[in-house]
């Protein structure tokens, strides 16, 4: 399988990221074994975390997820066939906000690595930004934990444009491993805010994208068509409710002609669209079962044709 770079972080990847949000919550956690199982025997590398995960859950603190990971590395001795991408920074729920402080990133970092039951982490991404930390006292974290071998390549996720270039051009002056990667949310409906303000900086500094909402919340697997539908189902439902519009229903009906003619899914059919983006290294994207991982592995695997590609760019142009 074509495997993309994460920037010029020397990892590669197979073109999914195995959105870990799901474990420990809509996933315990023998399924979430079977699944990562079966994302590894089918070619695929790359599983993303974070250390919030799943703190939503009545009962859970976080952590939850990286400790199902790191569970099944240790009982399946397969930690150097995984590539490891997790988050820090969000609210723990221990009074500190949204902190990017290098004292707090220094133990942040301690801590998903004990739930991982792992010695390095090959991504740690920046989860939540906040501006009142000066952009060189998390790179200079991250240098830290870099040349100790605790993490491989940083990367960045919910950060303004501004704030980006500004850590980039850190990097480069004071010597700080820089941003390799960057996590925008991203799909074929929520194309105008990457495309506006981050697509030139992530091409311009060979930054690999791992988008999030890679199916809008599950719109684009074509699940959602009526508000009865998006009723009938959990917040992720309400979410796609904000899709039913003439421009959403119109990108549906793209998707369907496309996935007709390649024998496929609307969700298959976006994540190979996003695919034909430039940056675009790995979308993000969960499943619950193997029926739903079969359907996202085999969309990544399609190769669209100048047509069908025009197509889905005309119904979701904004």
Known sequence: MEKRKLGRSGLEVAPLAFGGNVFGWSADEPASFTLLDEFLATGF??????????????????????????????????RNQVIVATKGGGDMGLGDGKNITKAYILKAVE???KRLQTDYIDLYQTHYDNE???????????????KAGKIRAIGASNMKAARLLESLNASEKNGYPRYETFQPEYNL????RYEKEYAAIC?????GVINFYALASGFLSGKYRTAADATKSSARGQKALS??????????????????????????ISLAWLLTRPAIAAPIASATSKAQLHELTHGVSLQLDAAAVELLNEASKY
Do not use: C, F
Request: overall charge negative; proline content about 2%.
């Open 45 to 78: 590398n790359l599983v993303d975390t974070a250390d919030v995960y799943s703190r939503w859950v009545t009962g859970n603190k976080g952590g939850e997820s990286e400790t199902i990971i790191g569970k099944w590395m240790k009982q399946r001795g397969n």
């Open 111 to 113: 801590d998903s690595l």
């Open 132 to 146: 009142a930390t000066p952009v060189e006292e998390t790179l200079e974290a991250y240098a830290i934990l870099v």
């Open 189 to 192: 409906y929520d194309r105008e």
């Open 203 to 207: 091409e311009q500094h060979q930054l």
């Open 243 to 268: 899709y039913l519009n003439e421009r959403g229903l119109r990108i549906l009906a793209a998707l369907d002609k496309v996935a007709a003619q390649y024998n496929s899914t609307p969700a298959g």
